[in-house]
Every structure is written in C-alpha cells, then in structure tokens.
C-alpha cells in the first residue's frame, strides 16, 4: 500500500482508506471495444458487414470514402466496387428548400412516416459549404433526433467542405452503401441557395422542392431552374393562420408550372401543401413519391435516367480525378502561382499561360 502522510498519528481522525487507491474501471471494457472500433477493417470486412446492415461498419466505410488518405481511398473504391452489385434497388429523392423552410422538421415526419411502414431510410446530405468541426447547418447532431435514434434509420451529415463536385461524388458513392446494407429509401437534403440542387438531381429519381407560404408573390427569388428540375413542389407550414397563404401558394405554382414545357418523364408536377410540424398531410407527399416511381417504372424513363445518371458520373469523375492529377503535380503547384501573376500584370496572355502549364504537366507525366 502506498504511504499516505495522511495517516500518520500527527493528523489522527484522518484515514485513507484501502481501496480507494485503484478505483476500477467503471466499465472494464471499455478500452477493449473502443480499441475494436478503431480496427483497421479489409475491404471484404466493411462488404460483409455492410451487407449484413450492420451500421457502425456502413457509418466507418462513409468515414473511409470521405478520408483525404490515398491508402483509405483504394480501400473505399475496392468496397463500393464489390457493393455495386447490390445496390440500386432503392427509391432516391432529393430534397431541397431555402434555410428555414422546414427541411429537416419535413424529413423528419416523413421519415417517421416510412418507418412506421418498415422501410428502412438513410438520411444524406450535400452542403459543399459545411464543415463539420463548425457545426454545418446540415451537420448538426440535434437535427432529426428522432429519425437519428431509430434503428431503421441511417442519418449522415454532408462530406465536409470541398469542392461542390467532390461533395456530391462522396454523397453518390454513400448512396451505394446505404442500398447495400439494405436502405430502400434514401433522401439527400441540400439547401436550396446554389448549384448543389444540380448536383442532387443528377443522383436522385424524385426531385422535392420545399416552399412556404409567404405574402405576396411566391415566385420571387425561386430560380426558374429549381423549379424546373422539381418533380413535387410541397408549401409546408400548411397550419394554423397560414392555411389561406398556403392555398394561395399552391394555386399560384400550380399555374407557373403550366408555363414550363412537359417534362421528360412525361409526369405532371404536382403541388401540394401539408404541415411537417404537425405532421399533416405527410401520407399524401409520399404517396405522391409512389405514384412517381409506379408512372416512371412503367413507362421506362425511371431506368433511362437512371442509365443517364450513371454516364453523367462517370464523365463527372474523370473531369475531377484529372483536375485533382493536374493540380495536386508538384510541377504545376510550383509554377501555377507564378504563371497566374503573368496573366494578371499582362506579362503572358491567358490562352499562352494555360498551354505552357498544361504541357508541363504532360511532360512531368512522361517522366
Ligand atoms: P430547415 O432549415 O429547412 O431545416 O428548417 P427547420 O426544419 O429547421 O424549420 C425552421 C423553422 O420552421 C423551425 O422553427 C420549425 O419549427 C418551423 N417549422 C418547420 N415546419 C413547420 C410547420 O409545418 N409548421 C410551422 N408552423 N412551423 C414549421
């Protein structure tokens, strides 16, 4: 036993007791299954736990692909790879909204609506802005408790910040693992302020755009192009004061969308209005979602523009993966600054500056 000055006779009354010297572990272990955690997995392992559903293997294999490290990025393309052959079976829909509009109280009711009919959802997002150590507004841990406790529910904050296309590739190959650990519904979430809604369409098979009633015109400030790509445009916070507004809302859409010309699908745009808070008129937005997917399925344009969508990524691949080789040679990096300043002080013409570049770069390739 350790001599505790304490106990000596000079300070009587005061003891230290035996066995407060080594408190025990509260859970012995604990260190055990942290440092099980942390193992470092093969590709078959993260496809075999991923196909099993397990969520804590699927939620490491999204750590792994979204991971700057080339070593974790060979592991991560080898598991999507053995995956793909499960994947595709689910029904995708994007969603999408101005800060404000509802979008996770939204996802939140109709989630719970599909979990209550033993789908299982994944929740994703693309935010090309969000960096999760600052609290993205699509990353923050206290957005959809709810559907986040729930078993049968997958939630996933978007990649942090990069760029938008190295986002949105994360978040596609994240939809790839989802559909082979068994998701059958996956929503992507994007804030309805920038390009990332061409992003979201090009992965989803139903496009949702989330309004709210508001005084005066509805249509300001909505780019024609969202609503264009819109497959179902919702007016949620249909309650309370705001039922006349929201009426109002959906009559106005109703007639804008008539302008626009027949969309490729061949299906009609519908607009509804519904409250998530209160959680009304939620069956109706998915049932809507439904009836898509039965219309698109039959007449063949859900495969088509899945096929395209699939092209479109691959295309969208290269571009990066050629951009990020060009970028990231040392010989670029070295002479990219100096070049731009020529550009800049009209020392070098734009056109000149690229192709002195460009063949550096395809010389330090021969090297
Ligand atoms: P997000 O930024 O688009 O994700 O929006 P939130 O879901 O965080 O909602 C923004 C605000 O609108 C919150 O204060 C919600 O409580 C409120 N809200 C969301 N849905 C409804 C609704 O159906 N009715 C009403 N009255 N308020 C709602």
Request: hydrophobic share 35%; net charge positive; proline share 4%.
């Amino acid at each position: 036993m350790t001599k505790h000055i304490e106990n000596e006779e000079c300070y009587g009354g005061l003891t230290v007791n035996k066995g407060i010297e080594q408190p025990p572990a509260v859970n012995p272990y604990l260190k055990k299954s942290r440092r099980a955690k942390r193992k470092n997995y093969s590709a078959d392992e993260y496809v075999e736990g991923i196909l099993k559903g397990d969520i804590t293997i699927l939620s490491q294999a999204v750590t792994l692909l979204e991971s700057v490290l080339p070593e974790h990025h060979e592991i991560a393309q080898s598991v999507i790879a053995k995956c793909l052959p499960y994947a595709g079976k689910s029904v995708r829909v994007g969603i999408t909204g101005v800060p404000g509009a509802g979008k996770s109280t939204s996802i939140e009711a109709f989630g719970l609506h599909l979990l209550k009919e033993s789908h299982k959802l994944a929740v994703l997002a693309i935010d090309p802005s969000s960096e999760r150590s600052k609290g993205s507004i699509l990353g923050d841990k206290t957005r959809m408790e709810k559907l986040s406790n729930h078993p049968n529910a997958f939630v996933r904050p978007s990649p942090s910040a990069g760029s938008l296309g190295g986002v949105a590739r994360k978040t596609r190959e994240t939809i790839i693992l989802c559909e082979a650990a068994g998701f059958d519904t996956i929503f992507v979430e994007t804030v309805g302020v920038g390009q990332s809604e061409t992003a979201v369409h090009s992965m989803v098979d139903f496009f949702l755009l989330i309004q709210v009633p508001n005084t005066g015109d509805e249509l300001q400030g909505i780019k024609r192009g969202i609503m264009e790509m819109a497959d179902g445009i919702i007016i949620n916070k249909a309650d309370g004061s705001n039922m006349e507004k929201a009426a109002l809302a959906q009559a106005q859409f109703k007639n804008a969308l008539h302008l626009f010309p027949m969309a490729d699908s061949g299906w009609t745009p519908q607009v509804l209005t519904y409250s998530g808070f209160y959680e009304k008129g939620i069956k109706e937005v998915m049932e809507m979602i439904d009836a898509y997917v039965a219309f698109t399925k039959k007449n063949g344009f859900f495969e088509t523009k899945r096929r395209k969508q699939s092209k479109y990524w691959m295309y969208e691949s290269i571009n990066e993966k050629l951009k990020d080789s060009f970028y990231q040679n040392p010989d670029i990096k070295s002479l990219l600054k100096t070049k731009e300043l020529q550009v800049l002080n009209d020392q070098s013409s734009s056109f000149v500056a690229a192709k002195e570049l460009l063949d550096l770069y395809f010389i330090s390739l021969k090297k």
